[in-house]
Structures are given as structure tokens and as C-alpha cells.
């Protein structure tokens, strides 16, 4: 009785994502931390705002949105033009920040959208933008196997994360050895430099001294 | 001009009366509309808030979910200002739920009691010049369909029992009691999702620390290298200097 085949996850309250609003030569940035060889998908919509009906439109033909992402080091990993909506993916090569920036490519909106348009965007890391929906269809599983499957999932991704803040760790500490070194060897070069310039003070005027005849 | 306008009009109009039902089967093919089926969505990132400007971002939850919030200062455009930021979260009807004055750091948990979009703002309205980077992760458990379903399922096991007072399979005593169990394996795993949150938020906070330090420590060393070698220059040709007598007087007579 408890263990039916009944579709319930599917065809559930209307959830977007995360969205905010974006002026026309505007330029968002989002700055995220990265592993290595990590793939990261974006997935965007775009809607322009019609002052005639108040309100966003569904959707938004015409408005391209230039996606461009940084790598830590400055290079471009991406830098292409996409249509109103749609996904973006690129994989990062080194570990670090970052920088995904998104900006309209075209002025011509402005005209009848008021100067707002609302972009959803979802930008996962990794491989956990799991879609529950084709998973069970594809797998013909129950709603019980399912929540399992999301629960070893969930699982699953506490585990990377616990890697990453392994890494993450490593690295701040070889970041304090080096400061560490860094601090004892400038203390010892500034020693050192205080004491040569003071004997070249003591030469350089004992030489001028003499030279002037008054020792 | 006049026509696209019109269309435009008439795709809204038919649009907006298909999703004013509620429950509408999400539009095929379409990525965003998926994270529903995602028992958690979890979002983070860094954003530079410009002088006196505000960010928000708007996310549609529903009944029965989490939203845990925790935002970061990390650096700022100008060193030694005020790392200060204002958050202010606001509920579907646009009224002020929660908001946390100039502070450098924050978290705000809360469980949503009405469906629909919630805005999370983040407001640098108190500086005048100075822009910053926040450090935003903002977690929503999205539990509230699960839960309908087992009390759908709990309520559909007693009428059952009602109607036929029969003694339960041992399939059905399992099946039961294991909901229960995943439901308290699940609210674990929120806990664990949650504190690595934390955890995450304050180990790149300490790692920004950390990386600045290193390079202060650096260009405060060479500067002082130099300060002292320009000292020692300076003083040597001063006390030279002291002993430069002029062999002409003030009246231009040679002196002795």
C-alpha cells in the first residue's frame, strides 16, 4: 500500500530559481571558488519587463546575454553570446576564484521594457544539478526509492564538500608556513642591512673626517 | 513596431492565464523549472556591492521549506574602512521579515510558512565611496512536498486500517516505519548541510585574512628596507654637509 508507483514528485508547484534584475548596460559579476577540473553548468532565462501589462514577460526573444567567465589567473576560459535563455558550461583548469560576469548585448530592449530585465540563473559546480524527474522516469523508481536516491545524493555531495575543505585547509596552511618564513627572513635580512649601513656610515665619515684633517 | 507589441501582449495574456493555476506542470525541457524535483537548492558566491547601491536576489519557496542565509564581508575597495553591510529579507507580500544592520558577518534561518517569492537584499547604502565583496550562501531545504506525501500516505495507511481492520503485512509495518526513519536521516543531513555551510563561510573569510597578511607582511618589509638605507643616506650627507664650510665670507672677503 505504501510502496506504490504513484507520480508524485512530478508536475509539483511551478519553482524557479534564483533571479534578480539587471539594468541595461549593466554588468553582474559573481565571483565563485572553484576546484580544478571541475565542470560547472549555468543555466539562465531571461525576461523583459512590459509597462503595459506591469508585469515580465514569460519569455524574451531577441535579448542576448553575453556570458564571460574568468579564470583565477585573468585568462578567459569563456567569452560567447548566448540567446535569451539557455546553459552555459565550462570546466576550470586551476583551482581558485572565478569571476562569471553576465551583461545584455542589446540596447534595443530599453525601449518597451522599462530598462529591467529579470534573469534566473542557476550556476551548480560539480555534477549535483541532478534532475530528479528523468531519474525516476528513467529508472522507473518508486517515490520511497527515490527519496533514498536523493538522500545517498545529498550524501554523496557532503562527502565532496568535506574533500574540498580538506584542500581548502591544506592550502591555508601552506599559506601561513609562508608567511611565517617570510616574516623570519625579513627580520633577519633588515638586521642585516641596518648593521652593513651603519658601518658604511662609520667608514664613509671616518674617511671624510680624515680627509678633512680634523681627526 | 505596433504588431510585435501586440503579439507580445497576446503570448502574455495567454501565458498569464495559464500560470495563474497553480500546481501547472513546469514547461518541458526547461532547466530551471527542475530544481523544484531537488530535495535542496543551495546557491553561493561572491558579489561586489558598489558604493551606495543594493543587490537582491528573489527565489519563489514553498510551504514547509528552509531558507538559511549566511553572508560575509570579505574585503573591501578601500583598506581600513567598515566592513559593514546591511541584509534585509523580505516575504512574498514585500513586508520586512528580518534585517540585520551594519555588520560585518551574519546567518538568518527561517521556516516558510507561505508560499511565494522571498527577496534577500543586501544594502551598502551607508558608504559612501567604499564598494564591497559579500560572500552570500543562501540554502533553501525544500521539504514541504515530501512532507504532504507522508501525511498523504500515513493518512491513506489509517483509513485503510479504519475500513478493514486488518492486522498490517509486515511489508507495510517496514514500509512504515522506514518513512520515519528517512525523515530522521534527512533532517541529519540538513544539520550536516547546514554547518558545512558555516564552516565553508568562515574558512574563506580566514583564508582571505590569511592571503593578505602574507602579502602585507612582504610590502612592509621591503618599504622599511628602503626607509632605512634612504636614512642612513640622508643622515650621512647632512652631517657632511654640517662641515661644508664656505671659504668666502658674507661680504665676499676670503676667510682664514
Redesign the interface.
Known amino acids: 500500500m505504501l510502496i506504490k508507483g504513484t507520480v508524485f514528485f512530478h508536475g509539483t508547484v511551478n519553482v524557479q530559481a534564483l533571479y534578480f534584475h539587471i539594468g541595461e548596460t549593466e554588468r553582474k559579476c559573481f565571483i565563485e571558488e572553484i576546484p580544478d577540473e571541475t565542470m560547472v553548468i549555468g543555466n539562465y532565462k531571461t525576461q523583459l519587463f512590459d509597462k503595459n501589462v506591469n508585469d515580465y514577460l514569460p519569455s524574451s526573444p531577441g535579448v542576448g546575454m553575453h556570458v564571460e567567465v574568468k579564470d583565477p589567473d585573468g585568462k578567459l576560459l569563456l567569452s560567447k553570446v548566448y540567446s535569451s535563455e539557455g546553459r552555459f558550461t565550462f570546466t576550470s583548469h586551476t583551482p581558485g576564484e572565478h569571476v562569471i560576469c553576465l551583461y545584455s548585448n542589446s540596447t534595443k530592449w530599453s525601449m518597451f521594457a522599462g530598462g529591467k530585465l529579470r534573469v534566473h540563473l542557476d550556476i551548480q559546480v560539480g555534477e549535483h544539478a541532478n534532475d530528479y524527474q528523468t531519474i525516476a522516469e528513467k529508472d522507473k523508481l518508486t517515490e520511497l526509492q527515490l527519496r533514498v536516491r536523493q538522500l545517498l545524493d545529498q550524501v554523496e555531495q557532503i562527502t565532496k564538500e568535506q574533500n574540498y575543505q580538506r584542500y581548502r585547509e591544506e592550502r591555508f596552511r601552506q599559506t601561513s608556513e609562508s608567511t611565517n618564513q617570510r616574516v623570519l627572513w625579513w627580520s633577519i635580512a633588515q638586521t642585516l642591512i641596518l648593521t652593513l649601513t651603519g658601518f658604511w656610515q662609520m667608514r664613509h665619515l671616518k674617511g671624510f673626517f680624515e680627509a678633512k684633517k680634523l681627526v | 513596431m505596433g504588431s510585435v507589441?501586440q503579439t507580445?501582449?497576446f503570448?502574455?495574456a495567454t501565458?498569464?492565464s495559464a500560470?495563474a493555476q497553480?500546481?501547472?506542470?513546469?514547461a518541458q525541457g526547461?532547466?530551471?523549472?527542475?530544481?523544484?524535483?531537488?530535495?535542496?537548492?543551495s546557491?553561493?558566491?561572491?558579489?561586489?556591492i558598489r558604493a551606495r547601491a543594493e543587490?537582491?536576489?528573489?527565489?519563489?519557496t514553498?510551504v514547509g521549506s528552509i531558507i538559511n542565509v549566511e553572508y560575509e564581508v570579505l574585503s573591501a575597495s578601500s583598506r581600513g574602512r567598515s566592513y559593514d553591510i546591511d541584509f534585509i529579507l523580505r516575504g512574498p507580500t514585500g513586508q520586512m521579515m528580518k534585517r540585520i544592520s551594519g555588520e560585518e558577518d551574519g546567518s538568518y534561518k527561517v521556516t516558510i510558512t507561505r508560499?511565494g517569492v522571498y527577496t534577500m537584499c543586501f544594502d551598502n547604502g551607508a558608504s559612501k565611496f567604499t564598494a564591497k565583496?559579500v560572500y552570500i550562501e543562501?540554502t533553501i531545504i525544500?521539504r514541504g512536498?515530501?512532507r504532504k506525501?507522508i501525511e498523504m500516505?500515513r493518512g491513506?495507511?489509517e483509513a485503510?486500517e479504519d475500513a478493514e481492520e486488518e492486522v498490517e503485512t509486515a511489508?507495510?509495518t517496514v514500509?512504515?516505519s522506514?518513512?520515519d526513519k528517512?525523515e530522521t536521516?534527512?533532517d541529519l543531513?540538513d544539520d550536516?548541510?547546514f554547518k558545512?555551510v558555516s564552516?565553508?563561510r568562515i574558512?574563506?573569510k580566514?583564508?582571505y585574512l590569511?592571503?593578505q597578511?602574507?602579502s602585507y607582511?612582504?610590502q612592509w618589509?621591503i618599504i622599511?628596507?628602503i626607509v632605512?638605507?634612504a636614512a642612513?643616506?640622508f643622515?650621512?650627507f647632512f652631517?657632511?654637509r654640517l662641515?661644508n664650510i664656505k671659504t668666502v665670507t658674507p661680504t665676499q672677503k676670503p676667510r682664514a
Open positions: 507589441v507580445y501582449i503570448l502574455v501565458v498569464v500560470l497553480p500546481d501547472t506542470q513546469p526547461d532547466p530551471l523549472m527542475k530544481t523544484g524535483s531537488r530535495p535542496y537548492v546557491y553561493d558566491f561572491t558579489i561586489q543587490e537582491c536576489f528573489h527565489q519563489y514553498s508560499e565583496n543562501i525544500q512536498e515530501w506525501y500516505q491513506e495507511v485503510e511489508l507495510d514500509a512504515d522506514m518513512v528517512i536521516i534527512a543531513i550536516m548541510i558545512q564552516t565553508r574558512a574563506i580566514d583564508w590569511v592571503i597578511n602574507n607582511v612582504q618589509s622599511q628596507c632605512i638605507v642612513s643616506v643622515q650621512t652631517v657632511r662641515f
